[in-house]
């Protein structure tokens, strides 16, 4: 019997014997009984190729079965179960202070965060201490009861540990209250320098200027508004300077609300407080949501100033029902916040 012929339709290419099938250009069709090997295709597309001759193939004897049996195969012992690793420890991360939520306390919207990346790049290129924060205001927030403890050992975290690696982080700020806080102190003070002509400070510097100069911090607690009762319109035009004073000079400003009504019934300060770090674009460390929890908002008896938690120990009642005890674990948690969308900034290039 002649030879079968066969005929390919192909593009330019190669077609390869592949197992049982042969690659045409880029389909595998089943390969005929026989091999067939055809050189490399030059013919342009659509053309026939010459026809094929196929080789019928030898015909395989098979191989005869062994006389003598294999051995059973031996059953491997298995290897001694090793012990896992003790599973690594979970830290706890609360998502509340007393039952309102972490976002209502610091609330970080997309906004917000290009805001803080868009400062943090700003203070990169200006020098800014990315390990320094500072903090100005007024006697609310005056050493030792407002974060001074941090920078020591005797503080207890309790549920609250996943903050630790801020305060190691800023270790020689919390301490630290610097000359930008004064008792008395009002927003339109804050560029006046007759508050500044002590200590450090130049002739005709303003707090502001001074404190930036002296730590040249990366991030502002702003803390102000219960001695600026009664001119809502001052207020709001002097709080916007300092807020853009700090953003152009590289610093992220944090600005928090207060719990006194002192001579503001109706909230008049915190109100516009709100609405500027809704303007720019900034983090509003929310401490009047927290302290709103508690009897009395946490204040004394003088209706400003806040009762006092010196422990520091967070496993304790106590920690949750003072005003400093909650002013200092949810500015922690503000200051954390921050601290991880620029961390996260950095770590994205």
Known sequence: MPPKR????????????????????????????????IAEVTATPGA????ATATPAPTLTPVPPTATPLPPT?????????????????????????????????GLPPTVRRRIAMLADLGQIMGRNPR?????????????????????????????????????????SFGRQGVAVRRGLHSWSVFDPLWAGQGDCFANETLIACELRLNNPSILFIRLGSNDFGVPDSFDKAMRRIVEYAMNAGVIPILST???????????????????????WLPLWDFDRVAATIPGKGIGSDGVHLTTFFAHDYTQPQGFQTGYGLQNLSALMALEAVWQVIQQHRSNG
């Open 6 to 37: 066969y005929e390919w339709f192909l593009l330019p290419g190669l077609v390869l014997v592949i197992g049982a099938g042969v690659l045409l250009g880029n389909q595998m069709t089943a390969a005929p009984a026989a091999v067939l090997v």
């Open 48 to 51: 026939v190729l010459p026809l």
């Open 74 to 106: 031996a059953t491997p012992t298995p290897p001694p179960t090793a012990t896992p690793p003790p599973p690594t420890p979970v830290i706890p991360f609360p998502a509340s202070i007393n039952g309102v939520a972490s976002a209502d306390i610091i």
């Open 132 to 172: 320094a924060f500072s903090r100005l205001g007024d006697s609310v927030i005056e050493n030792p009861h407002f974060l001074a403890r941090f920078d020591e050992s005797a503080y207890n975290l309790g549920d609250y540990a996943y903050l630790a690696p801020v305060i190691a982080y800023y270790q020689g």
């Open 258 to 280: 207060k719990a006194d009504r002192f001579r503001d019934p109706d909230d008049v300060n915190n109100t516009i407080i709100r609405q500027i770090a809704a303007d720019y």
